[in-house]
């Protein structure tokens, strides 16, 4: 081949390589525009077996119907149905996806080295209810969007089994995890106290959720640690442990949250006197009057605030304190307004 014919033969070539990449991508936008219709169809016989799953139980015909669809389709049109559902309808279509083989699927891809494989897997397994042996090693795995799958996975079971697990989590560095795990724990409910009381007794990152999850439980069994956690040295520690003493209630509770009114960190003490305010106890009025002097506004707030859900007694101690002109006065005037506009009084 001459110096003259080379030029013009790599032209050809370039030419004959877009022509076929144009044929190639005409080709496959052609076959998506008439496979779309097909799959949706497929989707749609699935989604409404699926649907029908959920107020009985399918015959073998149905299930066979089920299996024949591509396993895509399948996994697509459960998950659509899925995704809505709770208690005994979700039962029975947890059973279903079992027996169509969604189950062993999502397994097989819950150990794929792609994250957003397993991703999907924990999702599904999430929706169909299913207790694996693979649980455990998902809430480890080395992405978070997938840990925060499994925790909601986990939180699904409402087992103890993995309390432990999950408490673990509660001191994961990305903060989507944590709420994930914090909220399976609330889902997992009495079960979920032992881990809880060991990840509040701890010196770790972990003892904040744990306390904040404790405070939504109401469990007896967490007023030991967070007693000890309102002596901590971190004001943030100290605030959740107070709000868990307030869902507890009872006098040695009232009385380490009034003892929190002289805390130095002002985030402390508006967390004690909102708690006071929510407990309702009326008798602390006076000690709450304190607060409306304090020197940050948000206290003052607070106080004036749980003054208010006292009643009777709060707002006589609010008329005493509205008489001048200082802090505390303007902020029982502000309090004293906002009564009265919810009262209709001008």
């Given at each position: 081949?001459?110096?003259?014919?080379?030029?013009?033969?790599?032209?050809?070539?370039?030419?004959?390589?877009?022509i076929?990449?144009?044929?190639?991508?005409?080709?496959?936008?052609?076959?998506?525009r008439?496979?779309?219709?097909?799959?949706?169809?497929r989707?749609?016989?699935?989604?409404?077996?699926?649907?029908?799953?959920t107020?009985?139980?399918?015959?073998g015909?149905d299930?066979?119907?089920?299996?024949?669809?591509?396993?895509?389709?399948?996994?697509?049109?459960?998950?659509?149905?899925?995704s809505?559902?709770?208690?005994?309808?979700?039962?029975?279509?947890?059973?279903?996806?079992?027996?169509?083989?969604?189950?062993?699927w999502?397994?097989r891809?819950?150990?794929?080295?792609?994250?957003?494989?397993?991703?999907?897997?924990?999702r599904?397994?999430?929706?169909?209810?299913?207790?694996?042996e693979?649980?455990?090693?998902?809430?480890?795995?080395?992405?978070?969007?997938v840990?925060?799958?499994?925790?909601?996975?986990?939180?699904?079971?409402?087992?103890?089994?993995?309390?432990?697990?999950?408490?673990?989590?509660?001191?994961?560095?990305?903060?989507?995890v944590?709420f994930?795990a914090?909220?399976?724990?609330?889902?997992?409910?009495?079960?979920?106290?032992?881990?809880?009381?060991?990840?509040?007794?701890?010196?770790?990152g972990?003892?904040?959720?744990?306390?904040?999850?404790?405070?939504?439980?109401?469990?007896?069994r967490?007023?030991?640690?967070?007693?000890?956690?309102?002596?901590?040295a971190?004001?943030?520690?100290?605030?959740?442990?107070?709000?868990a003493?307030?869902?507890?209630?009872?006098?040695?509770?009232?009385?380490?949250?009034?003892?929190?009114?002289?805390?130095?960190?002002?985030?402390?003490?508006?967390?004690?006197?909102?708690?006071i305010?929510?407990?309702?106890?009326?008798?602390?009025?006076?000690s709450?009057?304190?607060?409306?002097?304090?020197?940050?506004?948000?206290?003052?707030?607070?106080?004036?605030?749980?003054?208010?859900?006292?009643?009777?007694?709060?707002?006589?101690?609010?008329r005493?304190?509205?008489?001048g002109?200082?802090?505390?006065?303007?902020?029982?005037?502000?309090?004293?307004?906002?009564?009265?506009?919810?009262?209709?009084?001008?």
């Amino acid at each position: 081949m001459n110096e003259l014919a080379l030029p013009a033969f790599v032209a050809a070539l370039e030419l004959a390589v877009f022509i076929l990449l144009v044929l190639l991508y005409l080709g496959h936008a052609a076959r998506k525009r008439w496979m779309e219709p097909l799959v949706e169809r497929r989707r749609e016989a699935g989604r409404s077996l699926f649907a029908k799953a959920t107020r009985e139980w399918l015959e073998g015909a149905d299930i066979a119907q089920l299996r024949a669809l591509p396993l895509s389709d399948r996994v697509a049109a459960f998950v659509s149905v899925a995704s809505s559902l709770d208690g005994a309808e979700r039962d029975r279509l947890a059973d279903t996806a079992d027996d169509v083989g969604l189950v062993a699927w999502a397994e097989r891809e819950a150990r794929d080295r792609h994250w957003h494989r397993r991703l999907y897997a924990a999702r599904v397994l999430t929706l169909t209810l299913a207790e694996s042996e693979l649980l455990p090693s998902l809430l480890r795995d080395r992405d978070p969007f997938v840990r925060a799958q499994a925790a909601e996975w986990a939180g699904a079971q409402r087992s103890g089994k993995s309390a432990h697990a999950l408490a673990r989590l509660l001191r994961d560095p990305v903060p989507a995890v944590v709420f994930a795990a914090s909220d399976a724990l609330r889902r997992i409910g009495s079960a979920a106290i032992p881990a809880l009381v060991e990840a509040a007794s701890g010196d770790g990152g972990d003892a904040i959720p744990a306390l904040e999850v404790a405070g939504v439980l109401a469990d007896a069994r967490t007023f030991g640690p967070a007693r000890r956690r309102a002596e901590d040295a971190r004001p943030r520690v100290r605030a959740a442990a107070l709000a868990a003493l307030a869902a507890l209630g009872g006098p040695e509770s009232e009385e380490r949250l009034v003892a929190a009114f002289a805390d130095t960190d002002a985030g402390v003490r508006r967390v004690a006197a909102t708690a006071i305010g929510r407990l309702e106890v009326w008798r602390r009025a006076p000690s709450l009057a304190e607060l409306l002097d304090d020197a940050d506004w948000d206290v003052r707030m607070a106080a004036a605030g749980a003054l208010r859900n006292l009643g009777a007694p709060g707002l006589i101690v609010l008329r005493d304190r509205a008489r001048g002109s200082t802090l505390a006065a303007d902020m029982a005037h502000h309090a004293l307004d906002l009564v009265a506009l919810e009262h209709g009084s001008p």
